[in-house]
């Protein structure tokens, strides 16, 4: 239960649901609140004003290409900075999969204290604007 944040536990025991975490849940779980972090927009989060990226739409609406390397430092930053259950993690553009509308990342992590959990992920990065992180199999 210490993986899920409180107030999932809050709304999962006021609906009546189970109290404990499956472990299986918790890397799926994870993936879903990175890619929360990741949609927010900076500034926009009054307890703490780094939270979030900055707005990204206005990267792709720009004449010059998309700084990718700042983007993949700034989603270190917020994942190391804010999702506290990882061990450790590797974020890489995949260069093979982005293309001019969509760009792309591999998401490595294993979960802090359970050596046999681990987040893989794909994250996108649309030209609206919008992350998405798709858990692999």
């Known amino acids: ?9 809050i709304e999962e025991w006021q609906a009546g649901k189970k109290s404990t975490a499956d472990s299986y849940d918790l890397p799926d779980e994870i993936a879903a609140d990175i890619e ?6 900076r500034g926009n989060v009054l307890i703490d004003e780094n939270m979030g990226l900055p ?3 206005s990267m792709f609406q720009s004449h010059s290409g998309v700084d990718v390397e700042f983007l993949s430092e700034e989603m270190e930053y917020q994942i190391s900075h804010y999702e ?10 995949d260069e093979k999969n982005s293309t001019a ?5 591999q998401f490595n ?13 794909s994250i996108y990065i649309n030209m ?3 992350v ?5 199999a």
């Open 128 to 130: 609206d604007g919008r």
């Open 101 to 105: 509308i969509r760009l792309s990342w």
């Open 1 to 9: 239960m210490a993986g899920k944040r409180l107030l999932k536990r």
């Open 36 to 41: 929360l972090l990741l949609n927010t927009q």
């Open 55 to 57: 707005d990204l739409r």
């Open 132 to 136: 998405q992180v798709e858990p692999l």
């Open 84 to 93: 506290k259950r990882l061990g450790g993690f590797k974020l890489k553009y």
């Open 109 to 121: 992590a294993n979960v802090e204290g359970l050596s046999n959990q681990e987040v893989n992920a």
